[in-house]
């Protein structure tokens, strides 16, 4: 069976050429993740035989890494968190909001990741809940999901927060017996709040927040960057940035709960680029596919040399314990359960009897998923672990989807 074109070649075949040209600039994160990624599904992390549950198929299954980083092992953790979030879907309409943070403040945010995402993640759920609680606007409690990505199509460091809403909230009068409001509003048919009201408190709240970071000492600043801390520069920057226009964009709504999950089932569990997009490697230079959004999303084919593609896809390395999926609002983690129950029953709703999308068919949706048969799609059944030490590397298949 032919294998295509994987990162994990590109690591495998200029890596240790890339650690020893950056051997003094390359961090922990970033050499564990190219490891990871090396070794994702082959002999050096052991497998176990396995056997077809229906077809009788044998095959060696060799252990995941596990890296969120990695392109290979995000399958089953968004089958798993997909099977989750489809019993909490509400049957109102969904919207779909992207805050990005213009260039100047983006190269803030790569020299300090686990600082200035975690603020984007907080100045746009509190615009966000902010506005929607404006009577002027909704007037109501709203949920947020939001997902952070930092690449753009290029690979170039491009940070920006996908937020998934339902169309409407709980509204703010007590409740005696129950957390929440006493009635569900619904925003207007196709329209959720204004993008320029979100865009102008988006910009106050991200830099009130960035220049609380300075003052606390919690930024730090090196290479290019490192004039910035000195107080009058980093004040010049805060000003340049009050000054410019900050982009929230706000896509057409969902049609259904069937797209919902479609949605973020492509966009929560992506890495900087998938395998499928590779094209080639060669002794000097990588390939792969991309669509240009300045020239209405035309396909082309990039070509750079192969270490500075490793340079852009560790780019996008992203701090330990940092959590890159997060719930706001009615949909926050400490009270979920209780504030989505009160919405189903403000809108004499159930919650799905049948599942939408099933974690098996999640799973078999991947490119050879590595716990479905590759023919016929049936569980596959463990029959006996290999140690490290004695496998073998081409007594069978193996499975590197």
């Known amino acids: ?18 650690r020893q040209a950056r051997a003094g600039h390359l961090g922990r994160v970033e050499r564990r993740i190219m490891s990871a990624v090396e070794l994702c599904r082959t002999a050096a992390l052991g497998g176990h035989t396995e056997q077809c549950s229906e077809c009788g198929l044998v095959r060696i299954a060799y252990n995941s890494c ?7 092992c995000q399958g089953t953790a968004r089958a798993e968190w997909l099977a989750d979030r489809q019993a909490e879907l509400l049957p109102v309409p969904y919207f779909h909001l992207v805050f990005t943070l213009p260039a100047p403040a983006a190269e803030i945010a790569f020299q300090n990741k686990k600082t200035v995402y975690g603020i984007l993640f907080k100045a746009a759920a509190e615009t966000l809940r ?15 999901v939001a997902v952070l990505h930092t690449w753009g199509q290029n690979l170039h460091h491009h940070p920006h927060l996908h937020c998934v809403v339902p169309g409407g909230g709980l509204s703010p009068e007590p409740a005696p017996a129950q957390a929440g409001g006493t009635r569900w509003v619904a925003c207007r048919p196709g329209f959720f709040v204004p993008v320029r009201v979100l865009s102008r408190l988006f910009r106050r ?36 940035l009050r000054r410019v226009e900050w982009v ?3 896509k057409p709504p969902f049609g259904g709960p069937e ?38 999303g035309k396909a082309k084919v990039m070509t750079l040399a192969a270490h500075e593609f490793i340079r852009r896809f560790l780019l996008h390395a992203l701090p330990d314990g940092f959590h890159r999926i997060r719930h706001f609002g009615f949909l926050a983690n400490g009270h979920r359960a209780d504030k989505l129950a009160l919405c189903r029953r403000l809108l004499a709703a159930t919650a799905p009897v049948e599942p939408i999308v099933s974690v098996r068919a999640c799973r078999q949706s991947t490119t050879r998923a590595h716990d479905v048969c590759p023919c016929c799609g049936a569980p596959m059944i463990k029959l006996g672990r290999l140690p490290q030490a004695a496998m073998p590397t081409t007594a069978f298949w193996s499975d590197t989807s």
């Open 1 to 18: 069976m032919s294998v295509g074109l994987e990162v994990a070649d590109i690591f495998r075949r200029h890596g240790d050429a890339y």
């Open 130 to 144: 902010t506005i929607a609680a404006d009577p002027r606007h909704l007037g109501a409690e709203i949920g947020v």
């Open 248 to 250: 929230v964009y706000a």
């Open 66 to 72: 596990r890296n969120r980083h990695c392109p290979k």
């Open 205 to 240: 709240l991200f830099l009130d927040q960035l220049q609380g970071a300075f003052e606390r000492g919690s930024l730090g600043f090196f290479g290019d960057l490192a004039a910035l801390a000195d107080p009058a520069a980093f004040a010049a920057r805060i000003d340049a």
């Open 259 to 296: 797209q919902v999950l479609a949605y973020l089932g492509r966009y929560t569990h992506r890495v900087a680029i998938a395998n499928s997009r590779l094209v080639g490697v060669t002794d000097t230079d990588v390939a792969f596919r991309w669509k240009d959004y300045r020239h209405h």
